[in-house]
Nanobody, 118 residues
């Protein structure tokens, strides 16, 4: 059974930091590109950051320089370090796993809420 379990969300003041983690099970983690997306009510899901199987990263324009994505293949975990948080970062954050090597599949976590207060 595939599970992507996010943790670390919560309430933080603007300018503060939070670290989100996503622990994966039931997938071939080392062959999966991992990503974080976020969504607010009434809006489309937005790409926040990606990290591929080689460790290369990519960020949405709105978070560049403030967020850092990393992965630990041994622990099957992807982490999103969020610094200098802004009120507009308030959203539900979702972990995503996408495999394109040897097989094709994609999975989502259940989401974790991040609320940034002014």
């Amino acid at each position: 059974q595939v599970q992507l379990v996010e943790s670390g969300g919560g309430l933080v003041q603007a300018g503060g930091s939070l670290t989100l983690s996503c622990e994966a099970s039931g997938i071939v983690f080392i062959l999966s590109a991992m990503a974080w997306y976020r969504q607010t009510p009434g809006k489309a899901r937005e790409l926040v950051a990606t990290i591929n199987i080689g460790g290369n990263t990519n960020y949405g324009d709105s978070v560049k320089g403030r967020f850092t994505i990393s992965r630990d293949n041994a622990k099957k975990t992807v982490t999103l370090q969020m610094n200098s948080l802004k009120t507009e970062d308030t959203a539900t954050y979702f972990c995503n796993a996408r495999r394109r090597v040897g097989a094709e599949n994609e999975h989502w976590g259940q989401g974790t809420q991040v609320t940034v207060s002014s």
